[in-house]
């Protein structure tokens, strides 16, 4: 075609005879289209702006929801054959269903993506090493108008890198990549010729298709060039292909472009007399011509003449013609325009794009003025406040560095006109986020002749970025800024960003007496002392308290500091020494002179943040400075002490309380229960201190209900009562409620009562839990009591209990135990009570005791009228498919008769149908239930069929499964594949693949396409079984490619024999073994090829180098790298290969041979996989090489979030190598500061998680003396900060490696870890989906009995045990 084109005669371009469409053929399928909302340039192939996978003269009409990106696929004959591995395969479908996903939801959204969203799917694409022929697909049709925010040369590069990228992992090109080459070639303005584009299509050996020629013309015409059109055009027709109206948009176009307006009118007229009818695409390419030339009247003329006929112009096509007078400099028309627009659905989404294409192209005013036309936002808040208007344009203008001149009147614009609030504000924001130093401080300069407050907190992002860099000179700078603007910076500001910058407090002082900053105020000193403190240099904070140049600082500022600075050292002297100044010296105090509070809540705030095991660990420590203390004649209050000596009597250390009793000033009275006290928690002790008091008359009332709690605790019932009989006039309230719980526990319900009576004469508004209020109903309803039950429930509504989703529950199973005994009356009362008083509302399955009562006796007749009167009363009809189910298997017709006429009544003749079809299907009364599936007019409800189909599932009941697949065959708009995908679900719970064959070749019969995840799930059934899987797949070469190789295996059995193939045959045949791992046989048919002197393709040579890789085979795929490059000169291996070499090299223990080849893998711009990075850092970690950790994070920070590695990698396997090192002090201090607040780690914005990863290993590796004071650590950052997460995380690990008593006392001691809803809710979650873990759940819920989602944890539990079963039943079919 390119020679063609080259030595083609001119044809006249305006010649009728040449564009006579014969049999005035018209294209009218749907079109499939990528992105609608386009600005940049006229659109080719159909919509303007728009990418078409279907051609001919369609319309483009949106849809409220945008775009369907889902219904790109390439569907061109020949589309490439991906050559990927099967051991990717199933990770490369899902990233590439997520990537749809991803693109999908921002295009319906915002009619647009972004360079960050590609870029992500483009680095994932490319980790994986196989690039498929829709993935590519997807990437290059991104590159054009879905990307206003980009610069159109920037776009088109970004279309050339990835196509570039692509090709060198191995993905193979067809017509379609081709022509969405050249629809960003037009949709970026890319001038290009379109000669080498065909040459280079011939090259690739790729046959361009009617969309390459209408692209190509598109191309021509865009530069004005007819000459080169008619060429193709005469070419088109000499190949029969029709002649569409996006041939005539662009012939409109050219002849407008080469100045015959004449002629590009005359193109209307042409389509007449082909037999095509102008639509709006036509109208919208001559307006475009006319928007270019500035003819504004003739834009008026055609638009009324649009009008008059059956064409429409939308308010998006009204924003091209905007855009082209906007790029003509014809700014003046824009207005008339715009005033045209009638706003419909959809126009803030296609607006924004079109004033973010404008700005891009330099164009803000024009935008500017589009923007103010927007309608006004209805106020959604309840102080109705107005939504701020504008926010995307100030971001991209601020994006795009435009003067802030312009942004100043842009604001003050949009704050006059009543559209946006805090204009200026925001933008300030945009700035300091886009890191754009210069444009922030010159808008605080603007903020500031306006009256705005510039407040410390706006320059944090600015010296953040300096700090995180160790930039010194970037920090003056933005200090010097601040003294500019009359900003002082505070505590926090020097503390977390400036004195971190800098190497030396020395260095510091320095450099800020240089800009002029004040070093001498109070609030550098706490800054100072700050640093110092959380640095663990007590003799710095010593010297600089003790100094009298020293300002005075209130203690506060610094406290929490310094408590740190406490508790990571061990030098005594100081740290009584500094504490004695705290005391004496008044500059650190606004109290009066001889006030003990100063020292007092120091030292209660130093052991309130200490942990037992760390007060344990530190108690001689701890004594040594008490003593010190002591010495210097520090004094604290009674009060004081009290306090302390609660917290170190809770932890344990009595002996430690007679240290710091000696502190209590000596005029000061202590009463005997201030001395010391021991641990007397056993029931014989507190029996005999009982006595004790008894004999003396002293109340006994505290101590009487720690033994009854003490007695219950050993569910020691007879032992408690006797107690309770002998002291009943001392009883407290709570050790009624104790004896009540404990009585309901062990079924004595005469005794509950009467201690319930007893504690209500005793202080009738005593509240119980509402546990305790639960076991009374339980063994009263279980006894018949119904007048105590409903007493009861009065009691708790009027008292107000709260009744939370999990008693709820509890309520069903109390009421369900009744139904079971088939006490009718019991349950009536109690469910008519709990919805009278509102104590729960009413639910299927709280109604469903009222059936199950009747469905226990056999009482069909009483169980449906029991159902349809709950449908009157509540709206719902608890098990009415168990009872249809019964009247269907004893043949009650007219019952059935009954209730379906009710069903029908209330809720809807479908849904009777629905009701009755799944009774019949479920007794096997398959006949009746294919005449109720057949009903004309039944139409598909998915969520029905779901429910069914998972009952069937569950139970085993595959012949009802399956009747009920085949019956839905002609259902309306039932999804076929999702039906098939819940029989072959049902087969591999049976791992039956002769009827998941058989079922595969029904769906052949009804010609379904099966989605990727019904494909997977077969081929997985049928490879679990020896099977060759029948069907083809995306890489449906590879199954051609081995029955090849079985051929050839056949035909000869000795590598001498091999037939002398083509390099491409050799190229398939090793691929297709790599994908079997069969690396061995496609290694020897490498060294074939060798001998003959083939080289194959860098796809062939990597595949089979990830194979040898993958079965840990380093040497020979060496042997292979070698020969590539020998053969293919700058050979280099892929970046999954170079990543499997990396992790080969880990396993051997060749860490710095790893190293090194990752440090290779980045200088030539490779993406190691996440798996590959991760074992390297896990394997220095263990190795506790702390350096080269910290060398590989730095490597890694150049690729960004591109392979998804979390901080907590690095963070947690430094701590393990730290543990490694017997250095367990620096890892508690490398990861304390990044839970602690206001300390350095917390202030440098890093997002810590979890660090579960270090409390696992040292677990693992019996390392108990690291596990205390990791463990110290976890609970100091509990009590004292209220930072939860590493005590949960210890805590899931003690459950984990069964170590439930450790967990119980975790538990005790930081009782707010039962609190961390959203962590436990995730482990219950993720221990669900494998296999044995019902114990840990279930270990988790004795723990925590009053677990908030105890009902969504019972039924991950049931999960576990009904899987348990289905493994044993599977387990017990493989044996047989």
Known sequence: MAALLRSARLLKFSSPFLLQVVDATVFGGPLCRLGTRTFSGRGIGGCPGRVLIGTGINRCVSGSGGVRLLTIAAQEKGASRDESSSAVRSRQAEQFDWALNKLDSSVRRTGRITKTQLLKIFHDMCRTGYPSGNQALLLLRSCGSLLPEIHLSERTELAHRIWGKLLELGAVYDASHYNALLKVYLQNEFKFSPTEFLAKMETANVQPNRVTYQRLIAAYCNEGDIDGASKILGFMKSKDLPITEAVFNSLVTGHARAGDMESAENILTVMKGAGIEAGPDTYLALLNAYAEKGDIDNIKQTLEKVEKTDASLMDRDLMQIVFSLAKSGHHQYVQEIAERMRHDRGYIPDAMNLCLSLITQGLEDTAFQLLKTFPTLQPESQNGDTPDLGNFFLRHCVNMDKPVEKLKRFCRELQEGGLHVSALPFTLYCALDAKKTATAVELMKVMKEEGLPVRTHYFWPLLAQHQKEKNSQ?????????????????????????????????????????????????????????????????????????????????????????????????????????????????????APAGSTEVVGYFLYNLIDSMSDSEVQAREETLRQYFHQLKKMNIVISPNIYRGIRNLLDSYHVPELIKDVIVLVDENAKLSASDLPKGSEVKVSALESKLAELKTENKPIGETLKQLILALCAEENMPKALEVKVQHEADMVIGGYAALINLCCRHDNVEEALNLKQELDRKDSSMVLDVNKY???????????????????????????????????????????????????????????????????????????????????????????????????????????????????????????????????????????????????????????????????????????????????????????????????????????????????????????????????????????????????????????????????????????????????????STPASLPADSPVDYQRRIMALCKKNMSGEAYRILSDAESKGLALHSAAYNSLIKSLLAEGNLEDAMKVKDIAGSRIPGFTLSDTASSLLLITQVRRDNLKGALSMLKGMLQADQVPTQLAVTRLVQALGMKGDVESIQAVESMIKSLGQSINLSRMLFINNTAVAHIKNNDVDSAVQFIEPLFTPGSEGQSSGLQVSSVSFVFRKVIEERLEPALDKLSAMAERLANHFAVYRPATDLFLQFLDTGRTEDAKFLLQRCAGVGEQKEILVAYITRAAQKPGQAPKIKALLDILPDFPEKEMAYAYLMKCYGELQVLRRQAETRQQ
């Open 474 to 590: 970037g920090t003056m700078e933005v200090l010097k800024a601040m003294q500019e603007l009359g900003v002082e910076p505070d505590v926090d500001t020097y503390t977390n960003y400036v004195l971190t910058s800098f190497d030396s407090l020395e260095i510091a002082h320095t450099k800020l007496r240089e800009t002029g900053c004040s070093v001498e105020t109070e609030g550098f000193a706490a800054s100072e002392l700050r640093s110092e403190a959380v640095n663990g240099r007590l003799e710095s904070v010593l010297a600089m308290l003790s100094s009298p140049t020293m300002p005075a600082v209130e203690l506060s500022t610094f406290r929490g500091s310094l408590i740190l600075g406490f508790k990571r050292s061990q030098d005594v002297d100081t740290m009584a020494k500094i504490t004695e100044l705290l005391h004496r010296d008044r500059r650190f105090s606004t």
């Open 774 to 1052: 639960l076991g009374l109903v339980k063994v009263l309803a279980k006894h018949s009591k119904i007048e105590d039950v409903l007493g009861i429930l009065k009691e708790m509504k009027e008292k107000g209990v709260a009744v939370r989703d999990a008693n709820v529950t509890s309520f069903f199973h109390i009421l369900n135990a009744s139904a079971m005994r088939a006490e009718e009356e019991v349950v009536r009362s109690i469910l008519d009570a709990l919805f009278t008083l509102g104590l729960a509302k009413p639910s299927a399955n709280l109604c469903s005791p009222l059936v199950t009562v009747h469905l226990e006796k056999g009482d069909l007749p009483t169980a449906l009228e029991a159902s349809m009167d709950c449908q009157r009363k509540y709206s719902q009809m608890p098990r009415l498919h168990d009872v249809l189910c019964k009247l269907v298997e004893n043949g009650e017709t007219e019952l059935l008769q009954k209730a379906m006429d009710f069903v029908s009544q209330e809720r809807g003749e479908m849904t009777m149908l629905y009701d009755l079809f799944f009774a019949f299907m479920h007794t096997g009364k398959y006949k009746e239930a294919r005449k109720i599936i057949e009903t004309p007019g039944l139409r598909s409800r998915p969520g029905r069929l779901q429910w069914f189909s998972e009952k069937c599932i569950a139970a085993n009941q595959v012949e009802t499964l399956e009747n009920m697949v085949e019956m839905t065959r002609k259902l309306f708009e039932c999804d076929r594949d999702e039906m098939y995908y819940y029989l072959i679900r049902l087969c591999k719970e049976n791992n039956d693949w002769k009827k998941a064959e058989a079922t595969w070749m029904k769906m052949q019969e009804e010609n379904i396409i099966p989605r990727e995840r019904t494909l997977r799930l077969l081929a997985d059934i049928l490879k679990s079984n020896g099977q060759e899987v029948p069907f083809e797949v995306p890489e449906a070469w590879f199954e051609e490619a081995a029955e090849m190789e079985k051929t050839k295996g056949k035909a000869s």
